[in-house]
């Protein structure tokens, strides 16, 4: 039971979601009660347990959850936001959206309910104005990157290319060290058909995740458009020898992954394992 | 070790057993309880938490967006990161992110009259009122009834520094320094219950001693909710800040960090000896030098002068930060 705890709290400090493990290991400690034991605890464990349990479709505990918050709490945002997300699962999005308003007229800062509204706004398929509410809220809450990284997929869905672009930008700048953020940021340069800063971003990605394959694939699509193409003039572009090099380097590092008998083995045996369970 | 023995038995005092039942205890119960309770009425009077202000945090946040963009800027291509910089330039010099865009003109109103701030003062106040006044009262009854006890004799030996911290209130040249006053037990108690009443109160407790000294300190003023507060409790000039950090962003210049990123990719893979990654430092080292000395035999004077001036805004602003 400690063990469980632990997990959860763990699972809470990183901000993971994970709902399926969060409904396996909370749920008996909300049936049991034991989850009392915890003190203070025991509402960030509901919390959490709550919003798995909807993640997961199982209204029942969610139900219980919330109750027990609410008795505790009785009209908190926080406990509203609950109720709202219920309400939305429950596919009653009008009525979840009045809630989220409510909590807003309130509290004008309470950043959970503001980033439900974008989230609502765009389940209900209403895009321009979530990315309008969006951009409100990232005025204010400019370091939020995984707010920028919501806007930019906003945007992609629109097709506004540079405008994800930007998103990403600012991604980037507050999130330098992850690869994926610069993988995504170059494939959209690469839809922009913005080649020779795609290839560089495509570079920036395997150097910073070894082997990534998808960085090794978008560094081979771009140095084989570069190549075809005539030589750039501009003096940032990358020089044909370093092209060839690169692109030869890309080459060589696919065929190692994939070619190697280890390799090969596995992704038969991954591919294989996915194709008998379909 | 005979002078010690010697100074040991000379210094055989007995002590009444009801010093220890009537004194010792006594103030050590009083203590606790009297930070039992002064972390209830903190409790009380701290009441709802302050509602954070929209527009501050927005200001605080732009002003973060800048240092964001001069520090983190090399990830950005060239393009993204002057775009960057003009606009945000632009809007610091008008002021598009301060709480009231227009405050700057106007002559500063008295900080009494704000009520923000007035209450933002009260409550450090009210804070201070609650520390001060307990420990007031313990140390005044203390002095009153127990002045110049001697409660406690320390087990292990002590240099004579220490005299003055344990034998407070006590005007004796040649006691030995492990006997303890009453009122040195009370500063021992004050400082040393912490722990205890981590264990009563849990973490985050309102009767931490020590906590008192920081905030008498800084007069008690939280920063976080109120407006902001400079050193000397004075709200900042917002405006002012603003251009500090404009300054801050036009001097700073885009370096970006992709540039020979593909060199730096076949040197990690060997392709490359890592000698051309030296290389590239030296040859970009030497064609900023080359700019910057065609630079200086044209226009001197002026870029002496400008030089000057940034750096007395860049240390301008490095203190306002």
């Known amino acids: ?17 994970k709902p399926d493990v969060v409904v396996r290991l909370g749920k008996p400690l909300v049936e049991s009660g034991a989850v009392r034991k915890l003190d203070a605890d025991a509402w960030l464990v509901y919390e959490q347990v709550a919003i798995a349990a909807l993640d997961t479709g199982d209204d029942a505990l969610a139900q219980k959850c919330i109750q027990a918050l609410e008795d505790k709490f009785p009209g908190s945002a926080r406990v509203r936001r609950l109720h709202g997300m219920q309400l939305e699962a429950d596919g009653k999005l009008t009525e979840a959206g009045e809630i989220y308003k409510a909590i807003l007229n309130e509290d004008e800062t309470n950043v959970l309910a503001a980033k439900r509204q974008v989230m609502l ?3 209900m398929g209403l895009p321009s104005e979530a990315i309008g509410a969006l951009v409100k809220y990232l005025d204010i809450n400019y370091t939020d990157f995984e707010g920028w990284l919501q806007l930019a997929d906003l945007y992609l869905d629109e097709l506004m ?3 994800a672009a930007f998103c990403m930008e600012e991604v980037l700048m507050l999130q330098p060290q992850n690869h994926i953020f610069h993988l995504k940021y170059a ?80 992704t038969k045996a991954v591919s294989t394992k996915w194709i008998e369970n379909l | 070790m005979g002078a010690w023995t010697v100074l040991q038995e000379r210094q055989a005092m007995l002590l009444d057993p009801a010093i220890r039942d009537w004194v010792l205890i006594p103030i050590m119960i009083v203590m606790v309880l009297v930070g039992v309770v002064r972390h209830q009425v903190t409790v009380l009077l701290n009441g709802t938490p302050k509602k954070a202000d929209l527009k501050s945090a927005r200001e605080t946040k732009a002003l973060q967006r800048g240092a964001i963009l001069r520090a983190y800027g090399t990830h950005l291509p060239e393009h993204a ?3 960057r910089k003009v606009y945000l330039s632009e809007a610091f010099e008008k002021g598009t992110y301060l709480k009231d865009p227009n405050a700057g003109s106007k002559p500063k109103q008295n900080v009494m009259q704000d009520p923000a701030y007035v209450e933002t003062m009260m409550d450090g106040m009210k804070k201070n009122m609650m520390n001060i006044i307990p420990q007031t009262v313990i140390m005044g009854w203390i002095n009153f009834f127990f002045s110049g006890f001697v409660l406690i004799k320390l087990p292990f030996p002590l240099t004579i520094r220490f005299k003055s911290m344990l034998q407070r209130g006590i005007e004796t040249n040649d006691m030995d320094v492990t006997w303890v006053s009453s009122l040195s037990w009370y500063f021992l108690n004050l400082f040393g219950l912490q722990s205890v009443f981590t264990l009563i109160l849990g973490s985050g407790h309102a009767a931490d001693a020590m906590r008192d000294m920081q905030a008498m300190s800084t007069m008690g003023m939280g920063a976080a909710a109120g407006p902001q507060m400079g050193p000397t409790g004075q709200p900042q000039d917002m405006q002012k800040i603003f251009l500090g950090e404009k300054e801050n962003l036009e001097l700073t210049e885009h370096e970006w960090g992709l540039d020979n ?11 490359k000896p890592r000698s051309v990654l030296v290389d590239y430092k030296k040859s970009k080292a030497l064609a900023a030098a080359a700019s910057s000395a065609s630079h200086a035999s044209s226009q001197a004077a002026a870029i002496t002068a400008s030089a000057a001036a940034g750096g007395s805004g860049r240390k301008k602003g490095k203190r306002q930060a």
């Open chain 1, 187 to 266: 494939e959209i340069l690469y839809t922009q058909e913005n080649i020779p800063l795609a290839l560089k971003q495509f570079c920036r990605v395997v150097e910073l995740c070894k082997d990534h394959v998808r960085g090794l694939y978008g560094i081979k699509l771009c140095t084989s458009r570069l190549l075809n193409a005539a030589p750039s003039k501009s003096p940032a572009a990358t020089s044909q020898e370093d092209l060839t090099a690169i692109d030869l380097l890309a080459t060589e590092r696919l065929i190692a992954v994939y070619g190697s008998g280890a390799a090969a083995a596995a």
């Open chain 1, 161 to 163: 290319y540079a405008q």
């Open chain 2, 261 to 271: 990123v593909e060199t730096r990719l076949l040197v990690k893979y060997g392709k």
């Open chain 1, 121 to 123: 706004l765009r389940a």
């Open chain 1, 1 to 17: 039971m400690v063990s469980a705890a632990k997990v959860l709290q763990d699972l809470r400090a990183s901000a993971e979601r």
């Open chain 2, 81 to 83: 990161f002057q775009a």
